[in-house]
């Protein structure tokens, strides 16, 4: 599939923009998957041919022996829950039927065969029969290596940081509507690298309704399905103005903030404007290595962000999030800092708040150091597609004029509506499940 994956990358016009110059940038755009060889693992090459299966009498586990000499040990109550028959499973909706207080915690298999060592047959002791196909039970084999090849397969968690030295990635508009390899490298490296550039869209409003199709839908919220990023009077966003952007993620005033944002530029002003970009992920590490206490107040703080107002409908959002949100291993997965929103209510002891505002200076120092930050300037026609969770833009400021000087057209999208589109497009265009 490495190789497959490789094959359609060179197929796909790609390029770059680094510094003004434009170059071919095929090894920047990295194909989604690779498949591991640890062993346990569910590789493509490797056999999933059963040499022998046993359930022990003292055990509440069912054993397989592989014909490649790897060992898979499955719990009778998950095989007994995860049984794909059509009364406990509804193969038109991939969903399974059998009701959870049905099913026997400690249940032990009856009696365990095997058939053309590719299925295994468990009879049960109310006499329910399941089966189960060898490639479906070497994919969720319980090994570590297997565990972490499917997290990968299912969730793409591989990251390539960067900071000044990024070379953008740039693919043609037109090739992400209408060509499913295009479409799916778009994807593959929004997820991994966390920003594309998408180039010759038509320079009018309505575009991102497009793109909004092509993965599915976009996210509605209170600036409405799509929102013009101008200049205008009395401006309910500091977005809205012809100042400065400090560095900032959107929305993390919504306990869910969209997962990608799409900025669609329109009209650019002839001076100034200019976007800027940092890795949130990246810095946020560099800040664990230079300062582990200073990373631990970001990634522990609930801080307060606000925002009122008028303009889909009238709003009044209210929310708590940690600056640098971390997972269940302490992964960063997703940055909620945006200063304009910040709340003045602060709802920590007053003795933690200094400390607070000296770790989130480190932290905004790094994201705007010369190193890490990496500046651009969309042409009319471009779109921006970034990860909102991880990637933290700002812009330039520019002058006011009597007219409309600057226009982006933005919208969100969230990641689960993007990830599902992808699924979709790696099983069309790699032909796999």
């Keep these: 599939m490495w190789r497959l994956a490789a094959h359609i990358l060179r197929g796909t016009k790609v390029h770059s923009v680094l510094q003004g110059r434009r170059v071919l940038a095929a090894a920047t755009l990295l194909p989604c998957h690779r498949r591991g060889t640890a062993r346990g693992a569910h590789t493509s090459d490797m056999s999933t041919a059963i040499q022998k299966v046993e359930a022990p009498d003292a055990e509440h586990l069912v054993h397989v022996h592989w014909e490649d000499g790897s060992e898979s040990r499955y719990p009778c109550v998950w095989l007994r829950d995860n049984c794909q ?22 249940i032990v298999a009856k009696e365990v065969t095997l058939t053309d060592r590719k299925k295994i047959s468990i009879t049960w002791p109310d006499e329910h029969t399941s ?41 043609p508009f037109e090739e992400i509507l209408y060509n499913d390899r295009s479409a799916y490298q778009w994807l593959c490296t929004l997820k991994k690298v966390g920003i594309v550039l998408l180039t010759g869209a038509a ?34 966003n500091v977005a809205y103005t012809t100042g400065k952007l400090c560095f900032h993620t959107d929305y993390p005033v919504l306990q869910h903030p969209p997962g990608v944002q799409f900025l669609h530029c329109i009209k650019q002003t002839a001076a100034g404007g200019e976007s800027e970009v940092v890795d949130g992920f990246h810095v946020s590490n560099k ?15 609930a801080v307060d962000y606000t925002d009122v107002g008028v303009d889909y409908c009238d709003f009044a959002v209210q ?52 190193e890490h930050k990496f500046t651009y300037k969309l042409k009319p026609g471009d779109i921006v597609t970034f990860d909102n969770w991880r990637v933290l833009h700002g812009r330039q400021s520019f002058q006011s004029g009597a007219e409309v000087t600057r226009h982006l057209e933005g919208a969100y999208a969230d990641w689960d509506v993007v990830m599902s589109r992808l699924r979709l497009l790696r099983k069309r265009v790699l032909n796999r499940d």
Excluded at 87 to 99: E, G, Q
Excluded at 208 to 232: E, M, N, S
Excluded at 287 to 301: D, E, G, H, R, V
């Design 319 to 370: 929310c708590k999030q940690r600056i640098i949100d971390v997972d269940y291993r302490g992964q960063v997965v997703r940055i909620n800092y945006n200063n304009a929103t910040r709340d003045t209510v602060f709802d920590i002891p007053a003795e933690k708040v200094r400390p607070f505002y000296a770790a989130l200076k480190e932290f905004v120092d790094l994201l705007n150091s010369r």
């Design 287 to 301: 800040l664990k290595q230079q300062n582990p206490q200073a990373y631990q107040i970001l990634s522990s703080t």
């Design 85 to 106: 028959c059509p009364d406990c499973f509804l193969r038109s909706a991939k969903a399974r039927r059998l009701p959870f207080e049905e099913l026997d915690v400690d």
């Design 203 to 236: 320079a009018r409003q309505g575009e991102l309704v497009k793109l909004g199709h092509r993965i599915g839908f976009l996210r509605l919220t209170f600036y409405g399905p799509t929102w013009q990023v101008q200049d205008k009077a009395d401006a309910n």
């Design 131 to 171: 089966e189960y196909e060898a490639e479906w039970l070497k994919k969720r084999c319980f090994s570590e290596a297997a565990r972490a090849e499917m997290r990968e397969d299912l969730f793409l968690p591989e990251r390539q940081y960067w900071g000044s030295d990024l070379q953008l990635p740039e693919i």
